[in-house]
């Protein structure tokens, strides 16, 4: 069973910048295209952002373009986002998951499980 550990999130001013980690176990993580996920208070959980196993090819919700940049190293298992110029609509839980390319802020996670994700809270 493939296991989802998220990390890096934290407390950081409007502006600021912060770089999640996501370390995938249990599977073969280098042919699974990865996403980052945001849930916000009150809303859906929401793909921000994801990269395809194949060449490293990156998607992005319209509302982090230029700001976040999505990485993987297959050899650590692990998915990165950097973060920058964060802004209050930053905040939430974000998570890890596979996804299916093409893919929309609406995909959904393929995993059948979970992390426990990472708290991103951007203060003004």
């Known amino acids: 069973q493939v296991q989802l550990v998220e990390s890096g999130g934290g407390l950081v001013q409007a502006g600021g910048s912060l770089r999640l980690s996501c370390a995938c176990s249990g599977g073969t993580f280098s042919v699974y295209h990865m996403g980052w996920f945001r849930r916000a208070p009150g809303k859906e959980r929401e793909l921000v952002s994801a990269?395809?196993?194949?060449?490293?090819?990156?998607y992005y919700v319209d509302s982090v373009k230029g700001r976040f940049t999505i990485s993987r190293d297959n050899v650590k298992n692990t998915a990165y986002l950097q973060m920058n110029s964060l802004t209050p609509e930053d905040a939430g839980v974000y998570y890890c998951?596979?996804?299916?390319?093409?893919?929309?802020?609406?995909?959904?996670?393929?995993?059948?499980?979970w992390g426990q994700g990472t708290q991103v809270t951007v203060s003004t």
């Open positions: 998951n596979a996804v299916v390319w093409p893919c929309g802020a609406n995909s959904k996670g393929t995993f059948g499980s």
């Open positions: 990269i395809t196993w194949t060449d490293g090819k990156p």
